[in-house]
């Protein structure tokens, strides 16, 4: 009787485990020894839904900031930091313009991935009730996901900056996003390489955790999906990694993507503007934020509702500050079909193929460095870049009373900086300039169709520490370990730039004790530093040059950038006084000069704490956030790493996430790549459906 009673327990579990599971979607995860989800499916849609499952299993909270984001609902996670976003969001027009294009700028295709990860978020809740902060966000729709695609892209052309200039009555001439951190890219065909394969370097360089943080896992469908790479948490599709055939990766390119455009009021008529002497009214409607102002939101709710006024012009979002009329325009907000571009990125076969896909310019920005198992190699400073008009200064403030200023159209994929196939079998991206991407000999030129794009024109010093290495090099092909040395390098060039600045930091190695006595002790340790120029974490001279780094370089604004472009003397003062600074506080803080740059820069989560090599702008890219008065953590720069080999035998995959595939504190995989960081290595990965099941942990279906 007793042994009746647990069969009919037992098989009451199964039961209720199999009726969670979506009838309409076909799934089976296998979680391989490092907790990456392999995510097979019958259809693409299927890998879909598995793929948003698992993220929503390893970062819910990521995931359902995403979620709260779409809803423009933010403040009730973040409080009034959150609720600016919400505003930002809605001033935008994002949420409408979605729903106006969600059904005509979209394939079924497409619209089928959104709607999996759509079911597959409302199915995780429905197991998970407790996760959900707000209940009234449910049910996740297909279109939530977009959201996040196109502020990702608004916030990686630099929207945040304009929005502070308009909404906070700062209207100035635009720049770059100058505390962008970067990232990497690098292939290489037979030409170049000594065994004849073709090598791959993804590594673009995110926070190490959060909202734009990467996200592994491998997709393969029946359908003809297989692909492993990285991306964030909650989207639908990998946004750069490897397929059977091919690969890709994405680094930020510079060019000036937003405009701002002060409108004519019209002095008859209240809430008008005019564009060559005709008045055009100002849609007005009021953005709903909703904010929780609860000291522990997690806990507690202390909701208000309140509203905010937000304006639409021809030009597009508009704000009225007391210094007029302005309109923010960018093609961030323009098009939703990034999502499609990126879905066809990854069944991409060939070159054709993947040129096809970016022919759509739903993806705004990013450099496309790609290879192909067929000796393809190719560069492109990709994005929708405006089309316009000659005799205006498109950096600053620009006229919107005349629609010559109007811009409607972008250049064609094919008029954009790129380089296919050089003769010297190399191209890159270090998010340099955009006329350098290859040998100096092929680099692309400047062409008349693009002089009023804006590109930036600065290297960095990845970029020219690349140029070094490869003149190292010299005629030799190069090997598998020469590759992984360039990747992991760790010195700057012989000629330092200031990495996303306009002037040179050079003259910081050449400033003489004598010049300088008060600080002559830390001037030599700079000098000396500056010989090597090495992030080693046993170079005991590093440490001081990067808490100047810290302490006085990245807080150096845009009115001081400029200036020091032109002013070496207000240049130098400004050093001295930040090493002083810095002096001072080293003295008290470690009672030396000479500290290992390992006890200073610190990999930290939880309860491991490990010294790693590196540093800002260097190829093997570290950046830090204060973590104690002696201490960094490293939070962003190298987070991702994916190494690809294209064989005949298909590609020979290697990666690495800087954590591990959990986000979620208790998790065996919540550090277990922590100790493979620091050491420069990485982890076995495949495309192929026997290697994970050979080397799984786990073997389930969503919902079980």
């Known amino acids: 009787?007793?042994?009746?009673?647990?069969?009919?327990?037992?098989?009451?579990?199964?039961?209720?485990?199999?009726?969670?599971?979506?009838?309409?979607?076909?799934?089976?995860?296998?979680?391989?020894?490092?907790?990456?989800?392999?995510?097979?499916?019958?259809?693409?849609?299927?890998?879909?839904?598995?793929?948003?499952?698992?993220?929503?299993?390893?970062?819910?909270?990521?995931?359902?900031w995403?979620?709260?984001?779409?809803?423009?609902?933010?403040?009730?996670?973040?409080?009034?930091?959150?609720?600016?976003?919400?505003?930002?969001?809605?001033?935008?027009?994002?949420?409408?313009?979605?729903?106006?294009?969600?059904?005509?700028?979209?394939?079924?295709?497409?619209?089928?991935?959104?709607?999996?990860?759509?079911?597959?978020?409302?199915?995780?809740?429905?197991k998970h009730p407790e996760k959900i902060l707000y209940k009234s966000l449910l049910p996740i729709r297909p279109q939530d996901f977009i959201a996040g695609y196109m502020m990702s892209m608004a916030?990686?052309?630099?929207?945040?900056?304009?929005?502070?200039?308009?909404?906070?009555?700062?209207?100035?001439?635009?720049d770059y996003n100058k505390d962008a951190?970067?990232?990497?890219?690098?292939?290489?065909?037979?030409?170049?390489?000594?065994?004849?394969?073709?090598?791959?370097?993804?590594?673009?360089h995110q926070p190490l955790e959060g909202p734009m943080s990467w996200y592994e896992a491998h997709l393969h469908s029946d359908e003809g999906l297989n692909i492993?790479?990285?991306?964030?948490?909650?989207?639908?599709?990998?946004?750069?990694?490897?397929?059977?055939?091919?690969?890709?990766?994405?680094?930020?390119?510079?060019?000036?993507?937003?405009?701002?455009?002060?409108?004519?009021?019209?002095?008859?008529?209240?809430?008008?503007?005019?564009?060559?002497?005709?008045?055009?009214?100002?849609?007005?409607?009021?953005?709903?934020?909703t904010v929780n102002l609860a000291k522990h939101r997690n806990k507690h709710k202390f909701i208000l509702t309140v509203t905010k006024k937000k304006w639409w012009s021809m030009y597009g979002a508009t704000y009225i500050n007391k210094k007029g009329i302005f309109a923010i325009r960018l093609a961030s907000n323009m098009t939703i079909k990034s999502v499609e571009e990126w879905y066809r990125m990854n069944k991409a076969r060939n070159y054709t193929e993947f040129r096809q896909a970016n022919n759509m310019q739903g993806i705004v920005n990013q450099y496309m460095t790609y290879a192909d198992k067929y000796d393809t190699i190719y560069c492109v400073s990709n994005g929708a870049m405006p089309i316009r008009a000659d005799g205006y200064n498109w950096k600053g403030t620009v006229p919107g009373n005349t629609k010559k200023t109007l811009w409607t159209q972008f250049l064609p994929e094919d008029s954009l900086p790129h380089v296919l196939n050089p003769k010297c079998g190399w191209v890159f991206d270090t998010n340099n300039t955009s006329y350098c991407m290859t040998d100096s000999s092929e680099n692309p030129k400047p062409t008349p169709m693009q002089k009023n794009v804006g590109f930036e024109m600065n290297q960095t010093n990845r970029s020219l520490r690349l140029y070094e290495m490869m003149r190292e090099f010299g005629e030799k092909k190069l090997s598998w370990n020469d590759f992984l040395k360039i990747k992991y390098d760790i010195h700057y060039p012989q000629r330092v730039v200031a990495p996303f600045k306009h002037f040179e930091m050079e003259d910081l190695f050449s400033m003489k004790e004598s010049d300088y006595p008060d600080i002559a002790d830390a001037i030599h340790v700079i000098r000396a530093w500056g010989i090597k120029r090495e992030g080693s974490i046993a170079?005991?001279?590093?440490?001081?040059?990067?808490?100047?780094?810290?302490?006085?370089?990245f807080r150096i604004n845009d009115s001081l950038d400029h200036l020091f472009e032109h002013d070496t003397k207000a240049k130098l003062a400004y050093f001295a006084e930040g090493i002083k600074t810095v002096r001072d506080q080293m003295l008290k803080d470690y009672g030396t000069l000479h500290v290992p740059l390992g006890d200073y820069q610190r990999h930290i989560r939880g309860n491991i704490?490990?010294?790693?090599?590196?540093?800002?702008?260097?190829?093997?890219?570290?950046?830090?956030?204060?973590?104690?008065?002696?201490?960094?953590?490293?939070?962003?720069?190298?987070?991702?790493?994916?190494?690809?080999?294209?064989?005949?035998?298909?590609?020979?995959?290697?990666?690495?996430n800087a954590y591990g595939s959990s986000n979620t504190p208790g998790s065996k995989h919540y550090t277990d790549q922590m100790q493979m960081y620091v050491h420069e290595q990485t982890k076995e990965e495949s495309l192929s459906k026997e290697w994970a099941y050979k080397h799984a942990e786990r073997i389930y279906h969503p919902g079980e």
């Open 66 to 126: 995403g979620l709260l984001l779409a809803r423009g609902k933010l403040g009730l996670m973040m409080g009034i930091e959150g609720a600016k976003i919400d505003y930002a969001v809605q001033l935008l027009g994002v949420p409408d313009f979605i729903n106006e294009h969600y059904e005509k700028d979209l394939s079924p295709e497409c619209r089928k991935l959104l709607e999996a990860g759509a079911a597959a978020g409302n199915d995780y809740l429905k």
């Open 539 to 553: 170079d005991t001279n590093a440490t001081l040059v990067y808490k100047f780094l810290y302490n006085s370089y």
């Open 609 to 656: 704490d490990l010294p790693t090599n590196g540093g800002p702008d260097m190829w093997d890219a570290k950046y830090g956030d204060k973590h104690a008065q002696t201490k960094i953590w490293v939070h962003n720069g190298d987070s991702y790493v994916l190494l690809a080999k294209f064989t005949k035998d298909g590609p020979i995959i290697r990666s690495l």
């Open 228 to 289: 492993l790479g990285a991306t964030f948490h909650g989207a639908v599709s990998i946004f750069h990694g490897v397929n059977e055939n091919l690969g890709w990766a994405h680094t930020t390119n510079y060019f000036d993507a937003i405009d701002i455009f002060q409108l004519q009021p019209d002095p008859k008529k209240k809430n008008h503007y005019l564009v060559d002497g005709v008045s055009y009214p100002l849609q007005v409607s009021r953005a709903k934020l």
């Open 155 to 174: 916030l990686m052309t630099g929207v945040d900056g304009a929005l502070n200039s308009v909404v906070g009555g700062s209207v100035k001439a635009l």
């Open 181 to 204: 951190r970067g990232s990497n890219a690098l292939a290489m065909n037979s030409k170049i390489t000594a065994d004849g394969n073709v090598y791959l370097d993804v590594n673009a």
């Open 1 to 64: 009787m007793k042994k009746t009673y647990y069969t009919i327990l037992f098989l009451l579990f199964c039961f209720s485990a199999f009726a969670q599971r979506n009838p309409n979607y076909n799934v089976e995860i296998v979680r391989d020894s490092f907790g990456v989800p392999h995510i097979f499916g019958k259809t693409d849609a299927d890998c879909s839904y598995g793929l948003v499952y698992c993220a929503c299993e390893d970062d819910f909270n990521t995931v359902q």
